[in-house]
């Protein structure tokens, strides 16, 4: 018995060092990388120009590209443990098109800060916020919501986003035009450490709630009534689940816009690896998925140098061929 309790403790915290030194390794390694070469030492010293190009370029982007990537796996592993679908996203249900929705506003009104803040930024959070409120307002019954109406209600108001991102981008101008896709391709930028700050906070106390709930999930996974069997309040859980990830996915978007496959790509490659053990799934989404993002704005901002490519199409031609070739190797998600 003590060798089979070691063996499942080694299975069990051997993938999430794994995963942890990955993220690690690319906060202390991909800061270096760049057409100018700098070193931590002079940085440190303060000599330039390595400090400026440390601490006011490339680390920034670098703990922005983690934090995101790492929010947005780990809220892909929270939808497609709340929908039960591999194929659900941290976008599903309508949150990244109604922050997308409140950034384009901003962009074709030519706001440009309020309170001190990006206007785009704070629009995006706004439409965020008013899809969430939408989306938990349509999906409840009285006391009651269940995955399929959460999954309906979402799709709906997703599409009367993209409807509306549509209509504006054919009303704007060229330099407006222009301005709405790019956005909408989704970057990583340098932001100051005050924003690296607020969406540190955000995403702890997301990870926080997903270490605490990690146990649900894994009934959820099984089936409602299943969980509920076994003392789950579910539809607690299902609001708290949504309104979680929502929050965090659209804290993200709002600074980075949509960025997509990390959190459809990560969370189901571990998944044929690892199990669906969520209390192992989660942690290890969150580390890897913020490795592999880093690891894309890295090769975005660097193979075409001083040329940069939006992130969003680097994540997209690196997950989708794989994607792809998940489904045509015929192996199936560990889903129970």
Do not use: K
Not at 74 to 86: E, H, I, N, P, V
Not at 166 to 194: H, P, T
Not at 284 to 300: H, N, P, Q
């Amino acid at each position: 018995m003590a060798v089979s309790e070691r063996n499942h403790r080694r299975r069990f915290w051997l993938p999430l060092l794994l995963a942890a030194a990955l993220a690690l390794a690319a906060l202390v390694v991909l800061p270096l990388v760049g057409p100018a070469r700098i070193s931590y030492a002079r940085a440190l010293a303060g000599q330039s120009p390595d400090a400026e190009i440390l601490f006011y370029a490339r680390l920034p982007r670098v703990l922005l590209a983690l934090l995101a990537g790492g929010a947005l796996a780990a809220a892909g592993a929270l939808f497609q443990a709340l929908l039960r679908d591999a194929l659900a996203t941290p976008y599903t249900l309508g949150v990244s098109s109604g922050a997308s929705l409140g950034a384009v506003i901003a962009i074709s009104a030519g706001w440009g800060t309020l309170a001190g803040w990006p206007a785009v930024w704070l629009s995006a959070l706004a439409g965020a916020a008013l899809v969430l409120a939408l989306v938990v307002g349509v999906a409840s019954e009285g006391r009651r919501m269940s995955s399929f109406t959460l999954l309906l209600a979402g799709v709906t108001i997703n599409s009367i986003c993209l409807a509306g991102i549509l209509f504006l981008q054919y009303a704007a101008g060229f330099s407006q035009s222009f301005a709405i896709v790019r956005w909408l391709l989704g970057g990583i930028d340098a932001v100051e450490y005050r924003t690296l700050a607020g969406l540190a906070a955000v995403v702890l106390l997301f990870a926080a709630y997903l270490t605490r709930q990690s146990r649900d999930w894994n009934l959820m996974a099984v089936g409602e009534e299943w969980a509920a069997a076994r003392g789950v309040h579910v539809q607690r859980l299902m609001l708290s689940g949504y309104i979680a990830g929502s929050l965090v996915a659209g804290t993200v978007t709002s600074i980075t816009g949509p960025i997509g496959f990390v959190g459809l790509i990560v969370p189901h490659a571990l998944r044929l690896r690892l199990g669906a053990d969520h209390r192992l799934l989660m942690p290890c989404s969150f580390f890897t998925g913020a490795a592999f993002l880093a690891l894309c704005d890295t090769v975005a901002r660097t193979v075409f140098s001083p040329a940069e490519i939006p992130v969003g199409v680097i994540t997209a031609m690196t997950g989708g061929p794989f994607f792809i070739w998940i489904l045509r190797s015929g192996r199936r998600s560990l889903w129970l």
